[in-house]
């Protein structure tokens, strides 16, 4: 018989003070209810029932996009874990003999091992209800795991309804169970709101299997971590810090460097090749990948951008860029999205791309913007040169052929050819295409006024300068006059 996950997401999260619902927020680029679904794939369930209320619009759209297959239920009022689970089991037709397995949708570090683990102590054990537990340092909000003289599960305690005696229980219900659904059906048709909160307790089923004389049995989880909940911002920190740790050490196990795991942080999307090195405050968010001998950082962020082997990103923010194989990045470049960047290419110093296709080869080493282009190979571009792609209406593009030359501080209005193996000559303005092999010069032609400092800026150090520097000049004429 197959199992029914209900995840449940209908809570407020009011200590999160926040516009966004609780579960829809993000730990290393994945929401909380994102990273419970993902857990617990590995179980491979029959259904996913996720109980939604406090923002159900935004949550069903959520779910929606990440897990189509999932069910969303509306759970009007929030009258407790019991209630929520009784409402998940009268929308869909679980069948006697099925399992439940119910998680948290705000414990995100749940791991998927778990809950095989979990279902399989549940099976082995023909229990009517398995307790995920763990020893916690500080158990303060959890409810306590009590135990009779046998050491069995007698019952779950909440910490508002708890005796001191039971406070200083160091182990705690994670609020996550596997159930037999006919024990559960039955058994959540029987329970009060008869405690501190009124409110349906998905715990006091427990209470009622051991009054029935129904089995019911504990797994405690071997990394306590795995289920911490969420309820404010502190937590969530708390929680993304530990979540990044085990995405690092996961990479390092497997051939990466990370130079220092404490300012680096990559999502769980993330992908990377042995013998990537990432130095260190640099962030690898969204779909990222990464190939081998790679050089990352340091001061580095990359988002949803495909970097080549053996490429190096110095200091350098990029979204959406495709940076090939050998090319150098930065230090200080702004790679956004559509830049495309070819073999042994470069993006230098204070350099930002948009749209454009740089090729193999061809480099932009300093201070400047290229927009809307498409560079050839082995094309060089000098130092301040700028894509004049917007005419203040609309965008336009420029081709730059194989081997061009483009000088210094040269502005290329687009729309615009510049043919292969083209020059242009520094500081021009570029308006018309040019043909292959020509030399663009569109600049006003030099022209020196003598003696303009002595005559018009008198007594300043220019002047005085100016004037040392033609006497020092005559002399050395009138010395090399013939005798
Ligand atoms: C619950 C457990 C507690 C356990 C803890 C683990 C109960 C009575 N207590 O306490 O023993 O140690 O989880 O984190 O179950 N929810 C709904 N609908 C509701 C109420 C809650 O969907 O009507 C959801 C919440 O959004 C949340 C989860 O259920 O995701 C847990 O609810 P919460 O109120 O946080 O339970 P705790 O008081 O923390
Ligand atoms: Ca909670």
Same mark, same amino acid.
């Given at each position: 018989?197959?199992?029914?996950? /209900?995840? =449940? ?22 929401? =909380? ?68 397995? /119910? ?6 570090? @749940? ?9 399989? #102590? ?30 069995? =599960? ?118 990377? #090749? ?27 962020? @990359? ?89 203040? /209406? ?5 081709? /730059? ?10 502005? =290329? ?71």
């Amino acid at each position: 018989m197959g199992t029914t996950v /209900v995840v =449940l997401a209908a809570g407020e999260g009011t200590r999160m003070r926040s516009a966004t619902p609780k579960v829809l927020h993000t730990l290393g680029g994945r929401s =909380l209810v994102g990273h419970v679904l993902t857990a617990v794939e590995a179980v491979e369930p029959e259904r996913v029932v996720v109980v939604i209320g406090h923002g159900r619009e935004r949550v069903a759209e959520h779910l929606a996009t990440i897990a189509p297959r999932s069910v969303p239920v509306v759970q009007e009022h929030q009258n407790g874990t019991g209630h929520a689970v009784r409402v998940a089991c009268g929308a869909v037709a679980v069948p006697d003999g099925a399992t439940v397995l /119910v998680v948290c949708g705000d414990a995100p570090l @749940l791991r998927g091992e778990t809950l095989q683990r979990l279902l399989g #102590e549940h099976r082995e054990q023909g229990a009517a209800a398995t307790v995920l537990t763990a020893l916690v340092p500080d158990p303060t909000g959890y409810g306590r795991i009590v135990r009779d003289p046998a050491g069995e =599960l007698a019952a779950i305690v909440e910490h508002r309804d708890a005796t001191a005696e039971q406070l200083a229980l160091a182990e705690v219900n994670s609020g996550v169970y596997a159930f037999e659904a006919k024990f559960l059906r039955d058994a959540l048709a029987r329970l009060s709101t008869d405690n501190s909160q009124g409110e349906e307790y998905l715990t006091d089923v427990i209470a009622i299997a051991r009054r029935d004389g129904a089995p019911v049995a504990t797994v405690r989880a071997a990394d306590f971590a795995e289920i911490l909940g969420v309820n404010d911002r502190v937590q969530l920190a708390e929680l993304g810090r530990l979540l990044n740790r085990r995405v690092l050490e996961a990479w390092m196990r497997a051939g990466v460097t990370v130079v220092d795991p404490s300012s680096t942080w990559i999502d769980v999307d993330v992908r990377l #090749e042995p013998d990537v090195v990432v130095h260190p405050n640099t962030g690898l968010h969204g779909s990222t990948r990464v190939a081998a001998d790679a050089v990352i950082g340091p001061g580095t962020t @990359l988002t949803d951008t495909v970097v080549g082997t053996g490429a190096h990103v110095l200091s350098s923010h990029a979204t959406g860029a495709d940076i090939g194989p050998h090319a150098h990045v930065g230090p200080f470049a702004y790679l956004r999205p559509g830049a495309v960047l070819g073999v042994d290419s470069k993006a230098g110093a204070f350099v930002e791309i948009k749209n454009s296709s740089v090729g193999a080869g061809s480099k932009v080493p300093h201070l400047s913007y290229v927009g809307d282009a498409d560079i050839g190979v082995g094309v060089n571009i000098g130092a301040a040169t700028i894509f004049v792609n917007y005419d203040g /209406v609309a965008k336009h593009r420029t081709t /730059v052929g194989d081997h061009v030359r483009v000088a210094s501080d040269t502005m =290329l209005v687009a729309p615009l050819t510049l043919g292969a193996g083209s020059y242009t000559a520094a500081g021009s303005v570029i308006t018309q295409d040019v043909p292959p092999g020509a030399l663009a010069v569109a600049r006003g032609v030099q022209r020196n006024v003598e003696g303009w400092v002595e005559r018009k800026r008198p007594g300043t150090r220019s002047a005085a300068a100016a004037a040392a520097a033609n006497n020092a000049n005559k002399q050395s004429t009138d010395d090399r006059e013939p005798a």
